[in-house]
Structures are given as C-alpha cells and as structure tokens.
C-alpha cells in the first residue's frame, strides 16, 4: 500500500481510511468486499479484514452490554423525596 511505504500522507490517508470505516459499517459494503476482496493488494485486504473484524466484535460487545445491563428507574433511585 501507498500509505504504508510512505508515499500518501497522512493527512490524505487518515480521511480516506475514516470513509472506509464507515462505509464498512454497512452489511452491503461488507458483503461486497467478501466478494470482491481478491481483486486487491493483499495489505489493503488485510486492512480492510481488520476493521470489518474490530467493528464485527465492537457490535456484539455492544449487543452483549445492552441484553445484560439492567435498566435504572432515575425516580425510584433518588429516594423518596426525589434527592
């Protein structure tokens, strides 16, 4: 990759990237490039694998957070004369 031997600066590369991270966030885009992943460089590949995966595991996280965390009532839990 252009950025990795120094060619792209970063302050190209960085909005790029951040583009490419949201883009990802979307089940298409990650269904396209499962697709169509072969056609690129192998480090960009490997980039593009390891957002989708840190985004893939941030979700379930996520997910996992919400089902388990209780919901707090904020009037109950001032007491009885709301302090």
């Given at each position: 990759?252009?950025?990795?031997?120094g060619?792209?600066?970063d302050e190209i590369w960085g909005p790029w990237r951040r583009?490419?991270?949201?883009d990802l966030q979307s089940e298409f885009a990650r269904?396209?490039?499962?697709?169509?992943?072969q056609f690129y460089d192998h480090q960009f590949?490997?980039?593009v694998s390891s957002i989708i995966r840190?985004?893939?595991?941030?979700?379930?996280?996520?997910?996992h957070h919400?089902?388990?965390s209780p919901?707090?009532?904020?009037?109950?839990?001032?007491?009885e004369n709301g302090r």
């Open positions: 990759m252009r950025y990795r031997a060619s792209v600066p583009v490419l991270e949201v269904e396209v490039w499962l697709n169509g992943a590949g490997t980039l840190l985004q893939i595991a941030t979700e379930e996280e996520l997910e919400a089902e388990g919901r707090i009532n904020r009037a109950s839990s001032k007491g």
